[in-house]
């Protein structure tokens, strides 16, 4: 049975550590012994630390700004770690965890922040598009670009992710009447993180996120976002469906943003901290450490390993900083157009020629 | 419009009307490409609800010509997804003034992913809009909304005028990696004229025409009042006026050493277009002749366009649309010829 009742969701390890029996989701991370989910529980502590570390950076002034994933990272690195590289990935902003799963190089992500670049990585180079800031607008890319591998006949599927605020967006709901009407090999993960900035879930929706899927004749599941595995079997089984030609499925990971949007907003306007407790409690990485733990699969020594490991990543991101060159100050009007532009091309050198002049010209 | 004769053969040259060589331009991408898809709203069975898609369907399969539901935004954004994949979409709008649900994917996405991500991405796609008014349609079904796309950057505009660069032009829109945004005049749909299916476009899809040599005035125009224009070259040299007429082609680019080397012949510049004034693309070309050819100016840049309202209903239409009269006024009052508005100039 895919298909999860309103208000239930899916959760394979619970908040205390321990594995529930989950019928239809189990044999999907029957693969994922103890050597696998210590992977997955690295994954999601470098990802903790890219997000400390860049929080930090911002506060000194060397990026301008971060949207933080902090207690997202079991449903990034969950639903990352189903796909294959092949597949094609369509983010919002905060995919940061998902993008360093697929091998983003640091530098070019932090480029973004830092305001040397637009979006960032190659696209091709690691399978997932320029990160969307006009929210929701990714579904339809995604969507798209499934259509494609369907007139390909390839088995590659795409992806989107986007938030609980993006379901209210129109493009968001054209993408499931697109996907549903093409049978599109597409995955619609919602990280319903319960805030839109500031915008409680509620003011969104009145329902369950996944119950709206149906209606548009995509089945849905509703998963533990905070439960690395369930999120693993989830997108495992949407990522089945779509290679054999079953069409688009939506997961709503529920999961909570236990951060700011970005560096530049303060939850505690609007964030009980009750609340926030109570998802602390609920957290992510945890329950993984505490399993494997309990299974004695985790000892210090392996502890000390994926610090060290996490340490070894947070320092390259913040040398990645250092080693950024400064942007040649023409190159913006070099990649508007793929084709030559006449116009551009005058402009660029009027303001070629305003420059020259600083250099020893006479102004 | 004769082709290149050289190439000519009796197999090639064929009178088609505008929206038939539209089908042809099309025909031939989908044949020559199998990365061309077409999208669009009723653009299969039924064949456009101006039929430019007429038998495509049939000759080349729903996932080749795709009706797409009801959605505009999201012909838009699949195409944006198509061509990550590798695609070349061509959508079509099914009119000019059900293009704003789309707009968004349009600037914000398809226009600016190629520079966002420093050139790693391409997004050829081709977006096709009648555009304009003429047909005694009902609201949203005439507008003429060039502007807004030729101001966003990273989108090519174009406009076609006849059924030879209708065929040549779209050819080179889907061909080109850039966004092109595709503006077919739709009351010149049934216009013929001769196409060469053969023929290598002769000129760069950037670059504009002088379709009549003049020393008195240059007319700048493009898509619909092309024809319109000529009618004024014509008219005026009964009364000794000799008018330059210019088809711009590309919006976007806006060709603008042809208009300043015409304009330094002749010293005088009236543009017409049937968008509303404001804003327009008569007030970008008025203005940068005025900067690139002051010296040259015997008198003011004129202005012949719709009006800053509404489209209107059909039964004003003659009156929002330039024409012939209205034209034919604004050369006069460029050569110095008073007419009835010509006090408003220095009125404020």
Not at chain 1, 78 to 107: I, K
Not at chain 1, 114 to 129: E, F, L
Not at chain 1, 141 to 155: K, T, W
């Amino acid at each position: 049975m895919l298909l999860t009742h309103s208000g239930e969701y899916v959760q394979l390890l619970t908040p205390r550590g321990e594995r529930v029996d989950a019928p239809g989701f189990d044999p999907w991370v029957a693969d994922i012994g103890s050597a696998e989910l210590r992977s997955l529980y690295e994954d999601m502590l470098i990802s903790r630390r890219l997000d400390t570390e860049a929080t930090a950076l911002q506060r000194q002034g060397e990026i301008g700004l971060w949207p933080p994933l902090l207690g997202q990272e079991a449903a990034q690195v969950g639903s990352a770690h189903a796909l294959r590289q092949s597949d094609f990935v369509f983010g919002s902003y905060r995919e940061n965890a998902v993008a360093y799963c697929r091998g983003v190089d640091l530098t070019t992500m932090i480029s973004v922040w830092r305001g040397n670049a637009n979006a960032g990585w190659n696209p091709y180079d690691i399978s997932m598009a320029a990160p969307a800031i006009i929210i929701g607008a990714q579904s339809l890319h995604a969507v798209g670009y499934a259509m494609g591998c369907n007139f390909d006949r390839s088995d590659d599927i795409s992806i989107a992710y986007f938030g609980d605020g993006a379901t209210s967006q129109g493009d968001v709901n054209e993408a499931m009447v697109f996907a549903a009407s093409f049978s599109a090999p597409v995955i619609f993960f919602c990280q319903n993180n319960h805030y839109a900035i500031s915008e409680p879930v509620g003011v969104q929706t009145t329902k369950p996120i996944a119950d709206r899927a149906p209606g548009f004749g995509i089945p849905s599941i509703r998963v533990d976002g905070n439960d690395v595995l369930a999120v693993f079997a989830a997108t495992a089984i949407a990522a089945d469906r779509a290679r054999s030609g079953n069409g688009p499925t939506y997961i709503e990971a529920v999961t909570y943003r236990m951060g700011p949007h970005t560096t530049s907003d303060d939850p505690t306007r609007y964030r009980p901290e009750a609340e926030l407790e109570e998802w602390r409690a609920k957290d992510p990485l945890d329950r993984v450490k505490r399993y494997l733990i309990n299974a004695g699969a985790l000892d210090d020594a392996q502890l000390q390993e994926i610090d060290d490991h996490a340490d070894e990543v947070a320092k390259d991101l913040r040398a990645a900083i250092r080693a950024l060159p400064e942007p040649d100050p023409l190159s913006f009007f070099d990649t508007v157009f793929a084709e030559p532009n006449a116009h551009l091309a005058r402009q660029r050198s009027q303001h070629a020629a305003y420059l020259a002049a600083f250099d020893g010209g006479e102004r | 419009m004769a082709g290149q004769k050289t190439a000519d053969t009796a197999e090639t040259v064929h009178t088609l009307t505008l929206s038939k060589s539209i089908n042809e331009g099309l025909r031939r991408a989908l044949s020559d490409n199998e990365k061309v898809v077409l999208m669009g709203e009723d653009i299969g069975d039924l064949g456009g609800v101006f039929r430019v898609t007429d038998g495509l369907k049939a000759e080349f399969g729903p996932s080749r010509v795709i009706d797409t539901p009801l959605a505009e935004a999201g012909i838009i954004g699949t195409a944006v997804g198509l061509a990550y994949r590798g695609y070349r979409p061509v959508c079509e709008i099914q009119f000019d003034g059900f293009i704003y649900p789309g707009f968004d994917q349009i600037v914000a996405q398809v226009a600016k992913l190629h520079a966002r991500t420093s050139g790693d991405v391409r997004m050829p796609i081709t977006i096709r809009v009648p555009f304009g008014g003429g047909i005694g349609s009902v609201e949203h079904h005439s507008e003429s909304p060039e502007a807004y796309f030729a101001h966003t950057a990273g989108l090519r505009v174009v406009s076609c005028s006849n059924p030879q660069d209708a065929y040549s032009m779209l050819r080179q829109a889907i061909a080109s990696d850039d966004p092109v945004l595709f503006f077919e005049p739709k009351r010149r749909y049934w216009m013929k004229g001769e196409v060469n299916l053969e023929q290598t476009p002769e000129r760069s899809l950037s670059s504009a025409r002088v379709l009549t040599s003049g020393t008195d005035v240059t007319l700048v125009t493009y898509g619909p009042l092309v024809p319109t224009a000529m009618d004024v070259a014509a008219a005026a040299a009964e009364d000794g006026i000799s008018v330059e007429v210019i088809d711009l082609r590309s919006l976007q680019p806006v060709d603008f050493d042809a208009v300043v080397a015409s304009v330094r012949v002749t010293g005088r510049l009236v543009v017409t277009h049937e968008a509303q004034r404001f804003a327009g693309l008569g007030a970008e070309i008025a203005a940068t002749i005025t900067e690139r050819c002051f010296e040259y100016l015997e008198a003011a840049p004129e202005r012949v366009t719709g009006f800053d309202t509404p489209y209107p209903p059909a039964a004003f239409e003659d009156q929002f649309l330039p024409d012939l009269d209205r034209i034919l006024d604004a050369v006069d009052r460029a050569m110095g010829r008073r007419n009835s508005l010509s006090d408003w100039r220095f009125d404020g």
